[in-house]
């Protein structure tokens, strides 16, 4: 047999019809809805009298648009009305399709990216979807996952299918080990901004490599979560013992009568020694270090150590427009140390890194110290309502509180702005998210992606500082 | 679905790469439940000076009339020209639905993200590649003609210059059909129902963990 990529393994074994054509219908095993991209789906669902093909494949719950303060008095009390019809619709939607649903104040919500893996209904060798780009995530357990439009939504609630096309091979390998105070968005980061933000068009990314075996599960849900970033709508990584560990005890996960088979089906979910890729990309660990995005792009990132580039220095022409271009956006001078940058707000959380690891990684460095006085704000928003309780269990949120961090309700919240947590334009802000686009994080708001521990490390200095610098002190 | 055959009229020249989908449609609109009327707030933050409100009458809103599609000759466009990674970022078919509703039909770059790209033959938006040289061409032409308009032929798979000199572009076979004949594609899946029952029939016995368990 000829041997697979871990991508071409969760192709074949998804694989319903292969067309003439090249296109083929794959079977979709969970689909993860939210409100802003399935009001439309369930509305042509039942314009077209047709009805969801597997109930159960389906889990729902609010997270874009939701508050992130107090919410006690549920959906009837969004302030902003469009929101409250959103959620609602979401609601409501769920109710009559029959779909399970955690709806805003069940301690189960959160982030889509989060709830799903937290639940097992994210599974190894599953194709998962979701109207949603970061869907991404999901690889990270060797599952095939990557985001739709609401049409492909629609398609798969009526249909159980997706009309696909193979996509390329890709691996991404980093070899040997991080040094201390580098993490997992610090490596993501490094490799988009070696291989830009169309690299992986057309591709599935598997990160493998011994440096990606030595990161959590946490920390591939990151690595895999920005792919999407990189140009590919799918990240991989291939499945092992910590992979497998994971998923002992979880909701959905597989019962016990069902736990050693699906251990061992899992363990063959690993590209095959002498599988071949389409393109491979070398990288090595000790080439990377805390990482911050200057631009408005997230392959605009240097080391914290560098300075903001100089358009001067370019010799493509269009790299250099779009360099001068995003400089006058930021508000940045060429050849400014990273570090010189003042913030006005600070963001922790977003399905990149809203995880408990993440939370005890920024928790660690503001422990102790208090947030800067220029500081106008630095939010905590846990990725779900079960991080924020094992939180709150390990004392974190009092550590956030003390140092004058604000400790909010789940949500995605300031990632993209569609609820009240918004930046003003021309404020800068660290944020552990995922897009530096220009006015993501609210009109004329001014984005640089970097991991918790950096972003905590900017809370408390009041500007960009090498987080291993505070760490050793 | 819209079909989509031969579509002739005005193109836009939008010179610049990576334009994302929060660019496109930002995240204020798409609060909306429904499918259409997103066509006055479609590139709302380079449209407009002030900062968009979702049921706001954009009629009043002070224009940036340095913006391409504020630009008297380019009114009643419906190719757009653009560069490299258009449509990346975000899922969100409004991307789409925007560009749609403002009456743009097509969509030329050099390359697209994939889910927008994917994204618009679901709406009887047709997205073409086409190389740098040829993208490069096209929006010198466009910039020196006033009235610049260029003539998309699926069936043939070709854009035309109003020189007569023709581009061909690649699409794939299906999609093409599809969009030609404006077919749904749901309906189509639907058609290999049998298939998919086979499928899970058989799933079931492998990965019977994947069945049944939300609940
Ligand atoms: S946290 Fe941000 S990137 Fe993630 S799903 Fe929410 S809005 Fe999208």
Redesign the pocket.
Known sequence: MASKTLYDKLWDQHLVRQNEDGSALIYIDRQILHEVTSPQAFEGLRLAGRKLWRIDANLATP??NVPTTERAGGVGLIVDPVSRIQVQTLDDNCDDFGVVEFKMNDTRQG???VVGPEQGMTLPGSTVVCG?S?TSTHGAFGALAHGIGTSEVEHVMATQCLIAKKMKNMLVRVDGLLGVGVTAKDVVLHIIGVIGTAGGNGCAIEFGGEAIRSISMEGRMTICNMAIEAGARVGLVAVDQTTIDYFKGRPFSPTEAQWDAAATAWKGLVSDDDAEFDTVVVIKAEDIIPQVTWGTSPEMVVDVTATVPNPEKESDPTKADGIRRALQYMGLNADQKITDIQLDRVFIG??TNSRIEDLRAAADVVKGRQVASTIKQALVVPGSGLVKAQAEKEGLDKIFVEAGLEWREPG?SM??AMNPDKLGSGEHCAST??RNFEGRQGFGGRTHLVSPAMAAAAAVTGHFVDVRELMSS | MKNFTKVTGIAAPLDRANVDTDMIIPKQFLKSIKRSGFGPNLFDELRYLDEGQPDQDCAGRPLNTEFVLNQDRYQGAAVLLARKNFGCGSSREHAPWALDDFGIRCVIAPSFADIFYNNCFKNGLLPIILNDEQVDQLFCEVEAVEGYQLTIDLEKQVVVTPSGAEMEFEVDSFRKHCLLNGLDDIGLTLQNSADIKDYETRRRQEAPWLFDAIK
């Open positions: 997270d874009h982030i889509v990216h949603d970061h977003s399905c995605c990632c993209l998210s995922n």
